[in-house]
């Protein structure tokens, strides 16, 4: 995995699913986060080949609810993201999935309250040890690159003094959002604590925050020097945001449900990045709307 020059699909929760990744990728992400999947999750899985769809699922024993599903066409770019605090739980459940994904990524940045009890998430920010824990366990035992993706400390020297330990601990890019913990997404994106990251670190920087526009690219890097640059909402709300050539909202969202149709998306991720992309552009009032929250099967999806 390289990180030169590289637009990044963020990893997000119920939307980072296959259909939206290979949306993604067909517009242009040249790296695409699959959304954060909890290691306890992931342990309980079984890697199964789905011959019919020709995708490689990872499927919770005893239920047939597909935790992760990736394929062959994505297999050099798409990131498996993971939710621990734990390096042996960690390492167990990237095992499962390491000959069928690019890179390894620890969440390092989730602010939501489940994953801060939990240890995980923005709860590791303040636990370098364990950081350097998990990253050389994983480095150790796994030929896949192996990144984390962090958020902002209280102040920029403590995000750069964890961002030195970061890369000594051996990750291959660290990707840093923007934002501190308690910062809500209406809040501006902090483009120069960013850049203060990248000019003390040698690895590459993935640059998140307040990219709703393919200009946002080349805006954010010139800003922060960093070599990558990673979207999240702004993909969520058009995934053609990684072509220079924008596409209606209304062509990617059918393209969207078509994808989901191909892949056997589940309905429920299919419903709530719907749901998304219409509540930006539109209103759940209307119509369109009303028929996504009414849908009860992939079919009344597709009617929208």
């Known amino acids: ?10 990893p997000m929760v119920r939307v980072g699913t296959l259909p939206f990744r290979l949306l993604a990728a067909q517009y242009g992400a040249d790296i ?20 019919y769809l020709g995708t490689t699922d990872f499927v919770e024993r005893g239920t047939e609810n597909v935790v ?27 095992q499962l999935v390491s000959k069928d994904v690019a890179a390894i990524d620890i969440n390092m940045g989730c602010p939501k309250s489940f994953s801060i009890s939990g240890g995980m998430g923005a709860a590791l920010l303040s636990k370098p040890e364990l950081i350097h824990d998990i990253i050389t366990t994983l ?24 961002a030195r330990r970061i890369e000594k601990a051996g990750v291959s890019a660290l990707a840093v959002h923007g934002r501190r913990v308690p910062d809500r997404p209406r809040d501006p994106a902090k483009w120069d604590e960013i850049a203060d990251v990248v000019a003390a670190l040698s690895i590459p920087v993935i640059a998140n925050g307040d990219v709703f526009e393919y200009e946002d690219f080349e805006r954010i890097k010139g800003a ?37 149709i191909l892949w056997d998306n589940d309905v429920k991720s299919t419903k709530h990045t719907l749901k998304e992309m219409i509540a930006h552009y539109s209103s759940l ?3 369109e709307g009303k ?11 597709a009617m929208v």
């Open 224 to 260: 922060t020097g960093a070599t990558c640059v990673m979207v999240a909402r702004g993909a969520l709300w058009n995934a053609s945001i990684f072509s220079p050539s924008k596409s209606s909202w209304e062509d990617v969202k059918r393209e969207y449900v078509r994808q989901c």
């Open 68 to 94: 992760f599903r990736t394929c062959p066409e994505e297999r050099n770019r798409v990131v498996f993201q993971m939710g621990t605090s734990n390096a042996v739980r960690a390492l167990t459940a990237a």
């Open 139 to 162: 480095k150790r035992n796994l030929d896949n690159t192996i990144t984390c993706k962090i958020r902002l400390l209280k102040s920029s020297e403590d995000t750069v003094e964890l």
């Open 291 to 301: 028929a996504v929250i009414k849908s009860a099967n992939t079919e009344n999806v």
């Open 1 to 10: 995995m390289e990180y030169k020059n590289k637009h990044v699909l963020a």
């Open 285 to 287: 009032e209307l119509a």
């Open 32 to 51: 695409t986060y699959g959304e954060e999947i909890i290691d306890h999750k992931m342990i309980k899985c079984d890697r199964h080949i789905n011959e």
